[in-house]
T-cell receptor, first 114, second 110 residues
Framework: DSGVTQTPKHLITATGQRVTLRCSPRSGDLSVYWYQQSLDQGLQFLIQYYNGEERAKGNILERFSAQQFPDLHSELNLSSLELGDSALYFC?????????????FGPGTRLTVT | AQSVTQPDIHITVSEGASLELRCNYSYGATPYLFWYVQSPGQGLQLLLKYFSGDTLVQGIKGFEAEFKRSQSSFNLRKPSVHWSDAAEYFCAVDDYKLSFGAGTTVTVRA
């Protein structure tokens, strides 16, 4: 158990809908990262927050957004969902935000868009 | 851009045999390299990391990896595989964000 929690574990929804994925980082960690794992794209970095501020952006679609709250938990919002958004979404956390910082991953949320 | 390549999609190994997973990186400076393991239905667990210094790094679960700058490689090894090592293994390079390889699935046969 990494100490990173993600809810829900599974999510099934229809195209065009909007969902929110939640992540609670390990105690003491200030950075939160979001990744998407799909069969065709592999594991891709989406976005990073550090202590409430966006710090880095990867291949995140405009339909997706995220935020980190004062209690450091984070939410990833996915809207206007398409079939291709079906994937495993991971959250990771770390103490700092510098290069080489160890990231600890949660168990993931499996999103299925029908 | 920084990237890693894992040439082997799938490896099958007998229990008790040695295992080596290949990883090649593309990075201008000294890379920060990681190996992660993902068991079925689980998140990613950090096995080991390389930043600088000793080119042979030890990790958890009996794994080690060797950094070879001349070959741009960071291969993962285990001397004797256990059935519980069946999983997917990812190499990653850190350039302020992790870029993962495509992963290598390891099957362990009895």
């Amino acid at each position: 158990d990494s100490g990173v929690t993600q809810t829900p574990k599974h999510l099934i929804t229809a195209t065009g809908q909007r969902v929110t994925l939640r992540c609670s980082p390990r105690s003491g960690d200030l950075s939160v990262y979001w990744y998407q794992q799909s069969l065709d794209q592999g594991l891709q970095f989406l976005i990073q927050y550090y202590n409430g501020e966006e710090r880095a952006k990867g291949n995140i679609l405009e339909r997706f957004s995220a935020q980190q709250f004062p209690d450091l938990h984070s939410e990833l919002n996915l809207s206007s969902l398409e079939l291709g958004d079906s994937a495993l979404y991971f959250c990771a956390s770390s103490v700092g935000m510098g290069q080489g910082t160890e990231q600890y991953f949660g168990p993931g949320t499996r999103l299925t868009v029908t | 851009a920084q990237s890693v390549t894992q040439p082997d999609i799938h490896i099958t190994v007998s229990e008790g045999a040695s295992l080596e997973l290949r990883c090649n990186y593309s990075y201008g400076a000294t890379p920060y390299l990681f190996w992660y393991v993902q068991s079925p239905g689980q998140g990613l667990q950090l096995l080991l990391k390389y930043f600088s210094g000793d080119t042979l790094v030890q990790g958890i679960k009996g794994f080690e990896a060797e950094f070879k700058r001349s070959q741009s490689s960071f291969n993962l090894r285990k001397p004797s595989v256990h059935w519980s090592d069946a999983a997917e293994y990812f190499c990653a390079v850190d350039d302020y964000k992790l870029s993962f390889g495509a992963g290598t699935t390891v099957t362990v046969r009895a």
